[in-house]
């Protein structure tokens, strides 16, 4: 093989998929891909699970540009991370986002991995988070079977993670400038692929230090 020549596959059906998906984008609508690159104007963030079989667009039926999206192992919040605080950040501050939805879902790998009693290897730092959710609600999961435990265990960290993009100083200054915005707990179900909403929405203080007293929201 002579010196500087790259053997890596370009994945070309992946490039052709492309290809046919926006020439699709471009019958329907000729000018959509010129309107969407002069401006992002999304209404809602979504922070969701890394899992691909659960991608934001597609599953609430909404054309690329209208949510702003971060995902990663199992939709934590967690309140040391710059990235996703960056993103909540540039969402409420710049792009003038009102509506932020913590989507969990049934099945979640990363809640699973949580509640196992073996080492996984570094991702078992970030469960710690989760663990820690399962540990202040251990008087409501222990008494449930296994498979209940771990659907009940999905729900949990989405409220959880809710009341984390509250707290943070992002939505608490914005709620102080007297801005609109609403932070959702959303959960998706594989099985069926529909969306339930938990029942955790809040809006201002009081609607926080409300969820902060409640562990028993169900979805709704």
Known sequence: MAKGTFIVKTLKHLLEKNRQWADA???????????????????????????SRVPANQI?????????????????????????????????????????????????????????NHQHGLIDNWL??????????AA????????????????????EQVKNVAHSTIVQNAWNRQRTVNVHGWIYDLGNGLI?????????QEELQALD?????KPG
Not at 95 to 113: E, K
Not at 196 to 204: K, M
């Open 25 to 51: 984008i471009r019958r329907q609508q000729p000018d959509f891909f010129e309107q969407l690159s002069r401006q992002q104007n999304p209404d809602y963030l979504w922070i969701g699970c890394s899992d």
């Open 60 to 116: 609430v039926g909404v054309a690329p540009g209208e949510i702003f999206v971060h995902r990663n192992i199992a939709n934590a919040v967690v309140h040391t991370d710059l990235n996703c605080l960056s993103v909540i950040q540039y969402a409420v501050e710049v792009l003038g986002i009102r509506h932020i939805i913590v989507c969990g879902h049934y099945g979640c790998g990363g809640i699973r991995a949580a509640m196992e």
């Open 128 to 137: 710690l988070h989760i663990k820690d959710t399962q540990r202040f609600h």
């Open 140 to 159: 409501e999961l222990e008494p449930l079977d296994a498979e209940k435990r771990f659907g009940r265990l999905c729900e949990l960290n989405v409220i």
């Open 196 to 204: 339930s909403d938990l029942g955790c929405g809040v809006s201002n």
């Open 213 to 217: 007293a409640d562990s028993t929201v």
